[in-house]
Every structure is written in structure tokens, then in C-alpha cells.
């Protein structure tokens, strides 16, 4: 895969990250959508292999889900910004298509957002905490997108699957607190949980 849209990535990237699905043509039960790849990920060329990564693949596997078998994982943008900066609305909107090819190809039963700029870029919502209770309130209905984000912004929803936020799985953001004063490290987890219990 070669791209050239995004000067900035293009000069601080090592390589494009791209998605990877379960392997053999497994069916894609859920798929982990996180902002974009770092230091480790651009250096391995594949997503979700660093410290908050390997938080994510623990948590998981708690419930029987592993890596290659039952679920896979994708970026909203797929090169590494520089100094692991968050991707800019140009960026994100550049990507957001092979997003969107990605979830049709893998069509997941759910799809796990890490992280706010990931769950904005799927619904357009602003606000981690904001996704978290406008999913819980009103379903998993993409029209939640349409009464809640601003009329400009084109939302990448995946239809028939289920949408599940959490917050960021870095140590420093998974022990800060969130809006209700639990750790988001406990929002997390809480939300892993109900999917697997929806699914």
C-alpha cells in the first residue's frame, strides 16, 4: 500500500500500518479501531503491539478473545504522526474511507473504539464520556450520530454492529478518573464486559 496525502505523516512514518484481520479467513467477531500507530507500531508495522496495546490484548483475553482468532485491529489514521501527536481532522478524513473498507470487509459483530479521537472518527460525537452515555441511553442506533454530531461532520458508523467506546488503554490515561469519579481504567473494563455479554 503506498499513500502521499498527509505531507506530515509521510515524513514521520516508517511504514503505513495497516489493518489486520483474523487470520485464514476467519470471521471477524470484533474489531479494536484505536487513533493511530506508535513508535512500536511503525517500527513493527503492526497496530496494537506497545504498552497500551498489550493492556487491550489482557483485557480481552480475559473473555476468551484473542488476536488473529476472534478479533482484529485498525487505526483511524494509518501512519504514526509525529511525536505520537493526535492525527488532525485532514488526517483523520484522509484515512476514514480505508476505515470504513476495513469494517465492511471485516463486517464485526462489534467494534471496539479506544479512546476519544477513535470514537469521534467512527461517530462524530466529541467527548469519550459524551460516546460512552449516548450510547448507553439511546442503543446502538447510528441516528445517534445524526441528532447529536454537527451537521458537517460525516460519521464512518458501523451498521449492524455494535459500538463500544473505551477510554484510552496508556497507563496514564487508564488512571485518570472519568466524569463520575471511578477510574477509566474501571469504565473500561465495565464496557468490555457488557459487549461480551451483548454479543
Known sequence: MTCTKC???????????????????RHCLVLVVGEAPGADEDAQGKGFVGRAGRTLHKLLEEYGLRRGYEYGCANIVLCRPPDNRRPTMQEIVHCLPLLAETIDRAQP????????????GITGIVGLWVNIKALREHGHDPRIAEMICPPEIKPVWPHGSLLVPIPHTSPLAWNRNAPDGRKWAEV???QIRRMVEML
Open 7 to 25: 505531507q506530515s505523516l509521510c515524513a514521520s512514518r516508517t511504514q503505513i500500518v495497516e489493518p489486520d484481520l483474523p487470520e485464514f479467513g
Open 109 to 120: 459483530r462489534a467494534v471496539i473504539t479506544v479512546g476519544e479521537t477513535a470514537t469521534r
Open 188 to 190: 473500561g473494563a465495565e
